[in-house]
Structure formats: C-alpha cells, structure tokens
Nanobody
C-alpha cells in the first residue's frame, strides 16, 4: 500500500511562487507515476500536472498551468514537487497528490482521476489578490 503526504500549501500572493511536495512511502515509490490534481469548492477535481515513473520522467501539464508550473521528482527522497510560479487567483484550491503503479497505462490516463490508485489527503493553497 502506498501512502502519500502533501506539504507546502498555504497563503500566497497572486504573482508569487509556492512549492508543494508529496512524499510517498510503501510500494515501489521510485517507479510510481505521479500526478497533481486540484479541487476548488463546488468543482470537480482537475488535472494539473503529472510525471511518469519511467526512465526520463516524461511530464504532462494542464493548459491552464503550462509554462508557470513545473512538476519534478527526486526518487532518492521518494518525493514529487510542484513548483508554482506566477500564481493566479484561480489557483486557489486543495491540491492532491496521486500515484499510479508503474505497470498502468499511464500515458492514456494521466489526466484522469481514474488513472490513479493512491491519493493523499491534500494541501490547501489560498491565493491573496
């Protein structure tokens, strides 16, 4: 069983930066495919970014964050990061880390919550404008 713990949420000024972290334990953490989703009040959980567990760590981004957010992973620390730059007010949400096993068809489902088997409890990001 994989456990995911997100940290780094908090209050950020619009235009500033924030980095979220997600530490995984259990299972083959370094080979898991990892993703970040966010959910604002009254909305569905939406894809933000993902990174494969395969060699090379291919990344994927939602169009709304492309060019401003960066997902990366440190396999030695079993940690995935989401660097959020030029944060906009609409980024306010609970951010969830998710993991998919290495054998999954990740490239077909990385943007879909159904593509992930494990979820963290989330970390809240509040944006002051």
């Amino acid at each position: 069983q994989v456990q995911l713990v997100e940290t780094g949420g908090g209050l950020v000024q619009a235009g500033d930066s924030l980095r979220l972290s997600c530490t995984a334990s259990g299972g083959t953490s370094s080979r898991l495919h990892m993703g970040w989703f966010r959910q604002a009040p009254g909305t569905e959980r939406a894809f933000v970014a993902a990174v494969t567990g395969w060699s090379g760590g291919r990344t994927y981004y939602a169009n709304t964050v492309k060019g401003r957010f960066t997902i990366s992973r440190d396999n030695a620390k079993n940690t995935v990061y989401l660097q959020m730059n030029n944060v906009r007010p609409e980024a306010a949400a609970v951010y969830y880390c998710a993991a998919a096993p290495p054998q999954s068809d990740f490239t077909g489902y990385y943007y879909n919550t159904n593509g992930y088997d494990f979820w963290g409890e989330g970390t809240r990001v509040t944006v002051a404008s």
